[in-house]
């Protein structure tokens, strides 16, 4: 058997995060974009970097995750997968890419694995998304599920609130969460729900659950990186803690920069050549 520290340093696939699971051992997630934060992260010891949809909020200044495109997707991907040694990294398909249409998603799927590098996919929705997320499973492209708020979904939710407070929607969750590890989903993330009914899904399904607002009980928590770091200090639901303040530390390293280069005090005479 695999000592703690080799496991940690092992590349993480789609299956060690089920071992996981199976071992009791919490998953650490984030969101990244970009190379550098990918690097960073990383080397932290974050087990799966989500490329998530949510870069068209944090990267382009969308209000809602819809106008973010698979090419803008594949480009913020490409860069995450040259960061990353170790995490497994996952990349959103994005609205519009696979509802209503298998065709459709497998082959936003097949570009997505061809044109990054990524592990696996990960997309939004249950009963209604089954032969998409057939159609992909079916050609070998390991398949993150995503059920509770989906935020591609928001329009016809009406906001970002809490999901799945009744009775029936808390049922169709259960129901949907145990088709999608029947389809042979390797993980479901679990966003903005009750954390009773988190724990009551991570306690049927043999895959991991990955909360986000859902409470301590799931196998894993993911956050959106910017957010986490406190570089959106606007943004702070009940569910979001600041581990840093970034945006702070980015705000006086800048001001200082205007400053010694209005006051000619940068460059030095020893940063000239
Ligand atoms: O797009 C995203 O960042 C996500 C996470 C919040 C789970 O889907």
Do not use: W
Not at 63 to 70: G, H, N, R, Y
Not at 141 to 169: M, W
Not at 250 to 258: D, Q, R
């Amino acid at each position: 058997m695999s000592t703690y520290t080799e496991q940690s340093r092992r590349k993480v696939t789609t299956t060690r995060i089920r071992e996981m699971k199976a071992a009791g051992e919490k998953i650490a997630c984030l969101t990244a974009y970009d190379f550098t934060m990918a690097r960073l992260v990383d080397a932290a010891g974050v087990d799966f970097i989500l490329v998530g949809d949510s870069a068209a909020n944090v990267m382009m200044g969308y209000e809602t995750t819809l106008p973010i495109s698979l090419d803008d997707m594949i480009t913020f991907a490409r860069g995450v997968v040259r960061g990353v040694e170790r995490a497994l990294v996952v990349v959103d398909l994005p609205f519009g890419y696979y509802q209503g249409c298998p065709d459709k998603a497998l082959e936003s799927a097949v570009r997505i694995m061809k044109e990054t590098g990524a592990s696996a996919v990960k997309l939004e929705g249950g009963a209604e998304i089954r032969e998409s997320v057939e159609r992909i499973l079916a050609a070998g492209i390991p398949v993150c599920a995503h059920l509770g708020l989906t935020p591609q979904s928001v329009n016809q939710f009406g906001g970002y609130g809490v999901r799945a407070k009744g009775d029936s929607e808390a049922r169709k969750l259960i129901e949907n969460a145990e088709l999608l590890q029947d389809l042979g989903c390797f993980a479901v993330v679990l966003e903005k729900i009750p954390a009773a009914l988190a724990n009551e899904v991570t306690a049927r399904l043999s895959i991991p659950t990955i909360g986000i607002g859902a409470g301590s009980g799931t196998d894993g928590q993911i956050l959106v990186v910017q957010d986490m770091l406190g570089m959106n200090e606007g943004f702070k639901p009940k569910f979001m803690r600041h581990f840093g303040q970034i945006g702070q530390a980015v705000t006086a390293a800048v001001g200082s920069y205007v400053s010694e280069v209005k006051n000619v005090t940068f460059p030095s005479d020893r940063e000239c050549y």
